[in-house]
């Protein structure tokens, strides 16, 4: 149903109505409506449905601008040897991927390989979309990434039994018509049976320059109490379209730059703002010398970094950079007041256009000064700042683990699962205040230091039966001529989980504990990485008096 307003979409049913207003409601053709000259959503390009007798049938090849005579000239299906490999004479390779058609060629798109119902059946698309695309598959669907990093669905698959249907967005397909100076040539076979009145045969025909159907209505053949039976046969041509959607590795060129705030007019109060649009900044060869320079200070709240965080298998978030996959990355820094900062050049040539209302919405007065590290790396091109502490503590983990391995042949600390070492590696200091932001992070620190301590190792190596996993550490240190002191952060740690930072967030003894292990008055980034700082020693010292232990084996 269109919606006043809505631009009109041209179907079949709006040229030829006839076979619509067939006198026997049970035999009109339904799917006429849907057979859309110009499509914009979905696309069905392969269906078999069946339904009691009632059947649906779709498939979808490309061809040529010089092969729509040749497909329209009968109502029957064209390149149905599309597909296959074949022998002529057994001596001619067919490869099924191309074939004559009328005055040019029909090409191979889509198809259901049944797998001869050994196999769940499988979605075939021809590998030249997937590849205009960069598409990921997933299962018997595709999606693809847009430039900014993001998810868009490509084809999607129905299989319910013998019954399937397989659809792309029709956009898409339609961009990768035009690149390719194609159209999409979409075939159907639709019957209708029903027990309805004595009739005359009906044999309608319609042609126009996107379409040619065939409608036929008979009655008297007779199958399990159905005496009648209609057919909407015939191919409908799909063009391409310029512009968008487009790949990622075309969309460049037409950006549209944000305007972001970067400053306030004393005397007004108003806000400043100005492009992002590398081209018309300033830089220190005298380029747009009237402009804000590339590298003016940009400031956004911390509640910006939120979506990114929020989705650790698709972005990296450091105290340095923000990073979409393989896609895109941008260089950020923390001013003195927790907020986020940007060069103003590099949202325009960095963070995609996708991305800048996003961002405008969190965009605010500057009112924290520059990290002297990142303004002591940018502007005076030295050596500042220590790595970030939850990096030093992935690596110090890496090194005890290793360690243990050259001496016993196993790791000190059991791995993660999969989603819970991803999670691990991404793990970055929470950007807000409230209490409840230390939860995930400390539970993740737990589970990966506390949690995955090889108790069984520890215990064949110390000789000792104690079971709790921190003491047991704390043993092994001892055993191995340390002081157990050193694995005091880890216990801290998991007290932290039990009494004070996650199980118990409202106990009274939270700020006496806090306090006891010297976390108190700190926000939950400093505490992150204050726990993140002690455990990266604990951790080394650990792994220095096993490595001691190694060595004397060896020897």
């Known amino acids: 149903m269109a919606f006043p307003g809505t631009p009109s979409r041209p179907s079949v049913l709006d040229e030829w109505a006839e076979p619509h207003d067939f006198e026997h409601a049970e035999l009109r053709p339904s799917v006429m409506a849907s057979i859309e000259q110009y499509p914009t959503s979905w696309l069905v390009v392969e269906q078999y449905v069946h339904r009691n007798h009632d059947s649906d049938g779709v498939s979808t090849v490309l061809i040529t601008s010089s092969a729509r005579a040749g497909a329209f000239e009968e109502p029957s299906w064209s390149g149905t040897d599309l597909g296959e490999f074949g022998l002529v004479n057994n001596e001619e390779v067919v490869l099924g991927l191309t074939t004559d058609l009328g005055d040019g060629h029909a090409e191979f798109f889509c198809q259901l390989q049944k797998n001869h119902g050994m196999r769940p059946p499988t979605v075939e698309i021809a590998y030249p979309f997937l590849w205009f695309w960069d598409a990921i598959r997933d299962g018997n669907d595709w999606f693809y990434l847009d430039s900014a990093g993001r998810e868009q669905p490509l084809i999607r698959t129905t299989l319910d039994e013998a019954d399937y249907t397989v659809e792309v967005r029709a956009l898409e397909f339609r961009r990768y018509l ?50 009648s039976h209609s057919r909407l046969l015939g191919q409908s041509v799909v063009t391409g379209i310029q512009g968008k959607p487009m790949p990622a590795w075309l969309d460049y060129g037409n950006e549209t730059y944000g305007e972001f705030i970067i400053g306030v007019e004393p005397e007004s109060g108003s806000s400043i703002t100005h492009t992002s649009d590398p081209d018309l900044l300033a830089n220190y060869f005298g380029k747009n010398p009237d402009a804000p320079h590339y590298l003016t200070n940009v400031q956004f709240d911390q509640k910006v970094l939120d979506r990114y965080l929020d989705e650790p298998d698709r972005y990296v978030v450091s105290s340095t950079r923000l990073a979409a996959v393989d896609m895109w990355s941008v260089s950020i820094g923390r001013t003195s007041t927790g907020d986020v900062e940007i060069y103003l050049g590099d949202l325009g040539r960095d963070l995609p256009w996708q991305e800048h209302p996003h961002w405008k919405a969190h965009n605010i007065v500057p009112r924290g000064d520059m990290n002297q590290d990142r303004y002591k790396r940018d502007f005076l091109g030295q050596w500042a700042g220590d790595m970030d502490p939850l990096e030093v503590l992935r690596n110090s983990l890496a090194s005890a683990n290793a360690a243990a391995e050259r001496a016993w042949g196993q790791p000190l600390f059991r791995p993660l699962g999969a989603d819970e070492a991803q999670e691990f590696q991404r793990l970055h200091p929470p950007v ?15 589970k990966a230091l506390v949690d995955a301590i090889n108790v069984k190792l520890i215990k064949e190596v110390a000789g000792t039966s104690e079971s709790r996993s921190v003491m047991l550490l704390g043993e092994l240190v001892t055993h191995l001529g340390g002081d157990a002191s050193i694995t005091d952060p880890i216990r801290d740690l998991n007290r932290l989980r039990s009494s004070g930072g996650v199980a118990h967030l409202a106990n009274e003894s939270r700020a006496k504990l806090l306090a006891s292990i010297g976390l108190e008055g700190l926000n939950p980034a400093e505490t992150i990485n204050t726990l993140a700082t002690r455990l990266s020693v604990s951790l080394s010292a650990i792994a220095d008096r096993v490595a001691i232990a190694a060595e004397s084996s060896h020897s």
């Not at 075939?187 to 005359?200: C, I, L």
């Open 432 to 446: 807000h205040d409230g209490k409840r932001t230390l939860v995930q992070p400390i539970l993740l620190l737990t």
């Open 178 to 227: 035009q690149q390719r100076g194609l159209l999409g040539l979409t075939q159907r076979d639709h019957v209708r049976w029903a027990n309805v009145k004595e009739f005359e045969p009906v044999d309608l025909a319609y042609r126009s320059e996107w379409c040619s159907f065939a409608f036929n209505a008979r009655h008297g053949q007779v199958i399990a109490g159905q005496n």
